[in-house]
């Protein structure tokens, strides 16, 4: 089975502190995503990397930054948490397929900034 | 901006009856994908349809692309409690990885 894990379930950050989201996949998945999901909006992609070192914005990277060092792990960073970033943050992987390759997703981290 | 909205945002039905999810955007997409989450869980992909037109059935499930594959229709037969969940479809946008997530839908089925 493919096995995507995030950190943390549930965080509380305070305004102004630096947060690092980890995101970790087993099945060698070129793909990574992060999306945050709020009621009413859906999904919105913030960033994405289809090969290590490598990232692309997605629609919404305003005061987000990714690393992928190692292929199975990427990570989401907020450099200075506001309020308007208390979300749902989901990471999601898939392989290098061509289109239409399915996304898997981790349990999420619901993150509170205070 | 690509978009896609989702009609209806919220539907709570009593087991047994029928229900159709509409997926509605003024883009093309090369694929379309249907997911449902359950609380404190991620998505979970259900089904992708490719070609215009195209009709797939996941046993009481039957997910339809249409044919300029610009809307999706997700129509739930018999529903039963255990359909209850957050029904997402996304469309990929052709020639990238990136996928376009519909608004949502959440649906309660009563027993």
């Known amino acids: 089975d493919v096995k995507v894990t995030q950190s943390s379930r549930y965080l509380v950050k305070r305004t102004g502190e630096k947060v690092f989201l980890e995101c970790v996949q087993d099945?060698?998945?070129?793909?990574m995503f992060w999306y945050r999901q709020d009621p009413g909006l859906g999904l919105r992609l913030i960033y994405f990397?289809?090969?290590?070192?490598?990232?692309e914005k997605g629609d919404i990277p305003e005061g987000y930054s990714v690393s992928r060092e190692k292929k199975e792990r990427f990570s989401l960073i907020l450099e200075s948490a506001s309020t308007n970033q208390t979300s749902m943050y989901l990471c999601?992987?898939?392989?290098?397929?061509?289109?239409?390759?399915?996304?898997?997703f981790g349990p999420g981290t619901r993150l509170t900034v205070l | 901006t690509q978009l896609l909205e989702q009609s209806p945002q919220f539907l709570s039905i009593q087991e047994g009856e029928n229900l159709t999810v509409y997926c509605n955007s003024s883009?093309?997409?090369?694929?379309l994908q249907w997911y449902r989450q359950e609380p404190g869980e991620g998505p979970v992909l259900l089904v992708t349809?490719?070609?215009?037109?195209e009709v797939k059935k996941l046993k009481r499930l039957t997910f339809q692309f249409g044919d300029a594959r610009k809307d999706s229709s997700l129509h739930i037969t018999a529903a039963q409690p255990g359909d209850t969940g957050l029904y997402l479809c996304?469309?990929?946008?052709?020639?990238?990885?990136?996928?376009?997530f519909g608004t949502g839908t959440r649906l309660k089925v009563l027993a």
């Open positions: 883009s093309v997409f090369s694929s």
């Open positions: 349809v490719v070609t215009g037109g």
């Open positions: 990397s289809y090969d290590v070192k490598m990232k």
């Open positions: 996304a469309g990929e946008a052709s020639g990238t990885y990136k996928y376009i």
């Open positions: 099945m060698d998945h070129e793909n």
């Open positions: 999601a992987s898939s392989p290098f397929e061509g289109e239409s390759a399915t996304q898997y």
